[in-house]
């Protein structure tokens, strides 16, 4: 039997995305599935991974792509204007008041080790959604096989992000479609 999800308005999606992008220092991931699927319900996992594949299909952020169709799907076209709102305007605001901060206070240590630091949480909060989002999927090798090659290409050779994107993506297709054959 499927669960009866509540259905947001879009004062509601302007509340959600307001909140993952605030939480979301260093990266929306983690807090944007927290929120949509574990507490607010609006999505399953299979759904949540479902529409984060597509928005990284589109251009722009991953996230933000995910949260329009979020948006519109509960509340049309209000809900995705809503999504923007929520997800850019305060954070935008709050980046123009530490960029003006910043400048002022950027020589000193105290600060350089807090910015260490968050990139470490940032890192930690990263891998744990990777985790929590490939516990959803089918079980296969190849897949991570290729997320292997792709660390190893860019992370460890250092080579091009773009080089080793452009012969692991053709490759990767063709062997999802010989395997179909």
């Known amino acids: 039997m499927e669960e009866i999800r509540p259905r947001p308005s879009a004062f509601d999606i302007f509340l ?8 979301g220092f260093g990266g929306v991931h983690f ?14 996992d299979r759904e949540y991974v479902e529409l ?5 299909l589109l251009p722009g952020p991953n996230v933000l792509n995910l949260g329009l169709m979020v948006g519109y799907r509960f509340a049309g076209v209000p809900g995705a204007l809503a999504c923007i709102a929520g997800f850019m305007g305060w954070p935008f605001a709050i980046v123009i008041g530490i960029a003006v901060l910043y400048a ?11 910015l260490s630091g968050m990139s470490a949480a940032a890192v930690g909060l990263l891998i744990a ?18 997320a292997v ?9 250092r080579w091009p992000l773009i080089g080793v994107l452009g012969i692991l993506a053709p490759l990767g297709v063709a062997v999802a479609w010989w395997e179909k054959r």
């Open 149 to 157: 090659l792709a660390f190893a290409g860019a992370g460890v050779l």
């Open 16 to 23: 959600a995305f307001t909140h993952i992008s605030l939480a």
């Open 31 to 44: 807090w944007a599935r927290y929120v949509l699927v574990d507490r607010r319900r609006w999505l399953s």
């Open 52 to 56: 984060l594949a597509m928005g990284q």
């Open 129 to 146: 959604n990777g985790i929590k989002m490939a516990s959803v999927l089918p079980r296969r090798w190849r897949p991570w096989l290729f």
């Open 104 to 114: 002022r206070v950027e020589h000193l240590p105290l600060v350089q080790h807090a």
